[in-house]
């Protein structure tokens, strides 16, 4: 799925799941603060139009 989507950036998702889980106190406020505000309506757009995109694919039936 991330190579059929490369303008989400999924290894940075990644990263800063990892950095919130893992390392909490080793957070920038200020730059989780803009990824909240900002980023994450950029990256609920991109998701979205994923899953749009996703709907409008007829299943195919594998047998």
């Avoid at 920038?28 to 996703?54: G, K």
Wanted: proline share 5%; aromatic share 10%.
């Amino acid at each position: 799925m991330c190579e059929s989507y490369p303008e989400i950036p999924w290894s940075q998702l990644v990263r800063t799941r990892n950095r919130l889980i893992h390392g909490y106190f080793k957070v920038d406020s200020q730059l989780l603060f803009m990824m909240a505000t900002v980023r994450v309506n950029i990256f609920h757009r991109q998701i979205t139009n994923i899953i749009l995109e996703i709907q409008k694919t007829p299943c195919s039936s594998e047998d």
